[in-house]
Structures are given as C-alpha cells and as structure tokens.
C-alpha cells in the first residue's frame, strides 16, 4: 500500500522567516510526487517533480526530489502571511490516475 | 481556467438519509475523483473514475457508491447516511494519470 508521511504536522513563524516542509514516501513503480497549497476551499496545484524534472521553483517557492531517500522538501522563503495554508504533499505510482496524499502540514504566518 | 463544481458548499441531512453529491467539470477530463477530509488525516480516495460508467474503490468506499453516467459529471451517493460520514468532500478531476488534479471547493456535510 502506498504511503506518504508529512512533517511537521504544523508550524508556525513570523512573516520574513523560511521554511522547510518535509514529504516522504512509499510508493510502487513512483511515477511522480506533487505539492499542494491549501487555504480555505479548494487545494490548488503547485509543483509536480518527476524523474526527469526534480527541481521547481516558483517565485519564493522551490521543490526538490530525492528519488535515493524517497523524499521532498518544499522550501519557501520570506514567508509572507499569504503563504498560511494547509501544505499538501501526494505520489502516484503503479495505478497513475490515482494519487496518494499525506496529512498534510498546516503553516501559520505572523505578522 | 479547469473549473470543478460541487453543487452545495454546504449540507446538512439527518441519519439514514440518502445522499447525492454531485460534482461536474468543464475541461472533458478523463479522470475523476471524490475524497473526504479530516482534521489530522488529510485527503483519503473514496472512489474514482477514469471512464465514463467506470469505477474503482478507493481508499475507504464502505458506505458510499458513484455513479458516472456521463464524462463531465461523478455523483457520490451515500446510501444510508451515518454521523460518521459527518465530513468535508472534495471532488477532483485530471487529464490523465500525469497530470496534477484540479479540485472543487469542496462539500461540508454534516449528518445529524
């Protein structure tokens, strides 16, 4: 069965600060590994890495893939109180139209 | 824009009730999903579809069937309504198997 363990379950800093969010994973035949960011309603898509694409980076967000430790993080630097949110990591694998998502990392920021 | 409509934001129904939630998509997507949230366990696959009048079981199905009798829309339908099908759904739909899901607002359901 396939697994995906988030850390830090919650966090919370002050608006300037980065942080680090932690995905690690059991899957069968890995087929891809995506982050989520959500805020009160829907969760909206922010990065898929694969094995051929194991770095994003968006603005103040970046991902990176380690297919050796089975593992992601997301970074986001100077945090700004927009970036609270539920932080969703998910992995598909043998059966890809399924995914896998973790319990998710909820970030608080403070003014 | 992909847009994923659940048909109430919120709901409330009483034990024993049968259920019908429903959620369209615009963007022709093969693939469909509904998931429930709750606090601490994240998002668990109830059921999806990857075809028209095709399902499969997700995660956790017990208690609760899906119909797709068309390509834009999944219905899940809870047949007997209990107080621990109290909830958040989503549902979600994607081009295929590599490409990121896109997710509607959400159903708060509570049963009373």
């Known amino acids: 069965e396939d697994k995906v363990v988030q850390s830090p379950l919650s966090l919370v800093v002050h608006e300037g600060d980065t942080v680090t969010l932690n995905c690690s994973y059991e899957?069968?035949?890995?087929?891809?590994l995506l982050w989520y960011k959500q805020e009160k309603k829907a969760p909206t898509f922010l990065f898929m890495l694969?094995?051929?694409?194991i770095e994003k980076k968006s603005g103040r967000l970046s991902s990176i893939l380690d297919k050796k430790e089975l593992s992601s993080i997301l970074n986001i630097t100077a945090t700004q109180t927009g970036d609270s949110a539920i932080y969703l990591c998910?992995?598909?694998?043998?059966?890809?139209?399924?995914?896998?998502f973790g319990d998710g990392t909820t970030l608080t920021v403070k003014p | 824009d992909v847009k994923v409509t659940q048909s109430s934001r919120y709901l409330v129904k009483r034990t024993g009730e049968k259920v019908f939630l429903e959620c369209v998509q615009d963007?022709?997507?093969?693939?469909m999903f509904w998931y429930r949230q709750d606090p601490g366990l994240g998002l668990r696959l109830i059921y999806f579809?990857?075809?028209?009048?095709?399902?499969e079981k997700g995660d956790i199905p017990e208690g609760y069937s899906v119909s797709r009798e068309k390509k834009e829309r999944f219905s899940l339908i809870l047949e007997s309504a209990s107080t621990n099908q109290t909830s958040m759904y989503l549902c979600?739909?994607?081009?295929?198997?590599?490409?990121?899901?896109?997710f509607g607002d959400g159903t708060r359901l509570s049963i009373l």
């Open positions: 979600a739909s994607s081009r295929d198997g590599n490409q990121p899901q896109h």
């Open positions: 899957v069968t035949n890995f087929r891809s």
């Open positions: 694969t094995s051929s694409g």
């Open positions: 998910a992995v598909t694998g043998t059966n890809a139209g399924k995914s896998t």
């Open positions: 963007m022709d997507h093969e693939n």
């Open positions: 579809s990857y075809d028209v009048k095709m399902k």
